[in-house]
């Protein structure tokens, strides 16, 4: 990522689940980047997702990815707490 990228305005704009707490995340620049949720699921709202039955059951909205219970994280920190895949 170069310093002058802006992805304040980034979007999530495709999904795919691997496994456990990670997934493959597109992003509307069209890097993509593998995600491990379980150490970000910090807090009330997440807590129940760290039951991985809960977990899966997420929705991609037009910005980002949603789940059962509300919670949500900002595309531009998934971005940043991605890895870059192929």
Request: no cysteine; hydrophobic share 40%.
């Amino acid at each position: 990522m170069t310093p002058q990228e802006d992805i304040d305005l980034i979007r999530v704009t495709d999904v795919e689940y691997v496994k456990d707490y990670t997934m493959d995340l597109e992003f509307s620049n069209g890097k993509k980047k593998r995600v491990n949720f379980l150490p970000l699921l910090k807090g009330k709202l997440f807590e129940p997702l760290k039951d991985v039955s809960n977990f899966v059951q997420f929705g991609l909205t037009h910005w980002t990815l949603e789940w059962y219970n509300g919670a949500d994280f900002a595309p531009d920190y998934l971005y940043k707490q991605g890895v870059d895949i192929a």
